[in-house]
């Protein structure tokens, strides 16, 4: 099977998490796949972390790799904290994070994150 992937786009955000850089691009569509790009997420781990940290919102970027994924724990008090309510009353969101508050991390949903392993970056 092959497994390889590359990928041109502009960075959306760009972020360090336990020493490996992660950056988020945005995909314009080809003539004639839709309109709505897509979004994906680069792991470049060192020594081109170092040179991906470079890299700001706007930039452009080509990027070469494969597909892999990590699986983590969405902690209800992580979702909570960034989840956003449809309609005016806030009220019910607010007693939604007082409860994840006091769940701690008993309460989490198993989450996968799929993404491109940047073998070669192109700036």
């Known amino acids: 099977m092959l497994n390889e992937v590359h990928v ?3 960075v959306i955000q760009n972020i360090e998490h336990a020493g490996t850089r992660l950056v988020r691009v945005a995909i314009a569509p080809d003539p004639g796949r839709g309109n709505d790009a897509a979004y994906v997420t680069l792991r470049v781990e060192p020594p081109l972390a170092a040179v991906a940290a470079t890299l700001k919102p ?3 970027v080509r990027a070469s790799g494969y597909i892999t994924h990590r699986d ?3 902690f209800l008090a992580r979702f909570a904290e960034t989840a956003e309510t449809a309609d005016e009353d806030a009220g019910d969101l607010e007693k939604l994070r007082e ?4 769940a701690g991390k008993r309460i989490y949903k ?4 799929t993404e491109v392993k940047v073998e070669r970056l192109f700036v």
């Open 8 to 10: 041109e786009g502009t």
């Open 58 to 60: 706007g930039s452009r």
């Open 72 to 74: 983590y724990q969405l």
């Open 99 to 102: 409860l994840a508050r006091s």
């Open 110 to 113: 198993p989450h996968t994150l």
